[in-house]
Nanobody, 120 residues
Framework: VQLVESGGGLVQAGGSLRLSCAAS????????MGWFRQAPGKEREFVAR????????FYADSVKGRFTISRDNAKNTVYLQMNSLKPEDTAVYYC??????????????WGQGTQVTVSS
């Protein structure tokens, strides 16, 4: 199984980025997908989650109204559109996959991360 994030980079505050996470080696539609981030010196935190069908979506309060998670099951890809970026959004962003067969939310697979840096 591989999850490969892309789309990170350096952007000015107020700008936008779109992250992608391409999955392979798994049945993508059997997984809810999540985005997490970890800033230097801080613990990893939840950003957003989308169920396998896209029918339910959840966001951390810190990104609600600015970030949008979506998925394309035909392309085995999940996206994170990030608008109105703030310096405090600077972090390494990770995508993760949570099997629909898990009885509790538990992310089975993780990507390697992509760096997002927001300058003030």
């Amino acid at each position: 199984v591989q999850l490969v994030e892309s789309g990170g980079g350096l952007v000015q505050a107020g700008g936008s980025l779109r992250l992608s996470c391409a999955a392979s080696g798994l049945t993508f539609s059997n997984y809810a997908m999540g985005w997490f981030r970890q800033a230097p010196g801080k613990e990893r935190e939840f950003v957003a989650r989308i169920t396998w069908s896209g029918s339910s979506i959840f966001y951390a309060d810190s990104v609600k109204g600015r970030f949008t998670i979506s998925r394309d099951n035909a392309k085995n890809t999940v996206y994170l559109q990030m608008n109105s970026l703030k310096p405090e959004d600077t972090a390494v962003y990770y995508c993760a996959a949570d099997s629909v067969f898990n009885t509790v939310n538990r992310y089975d697979y993780w990507g390697q991360g992509t760096q997002v840096t927001v300058s003030s």
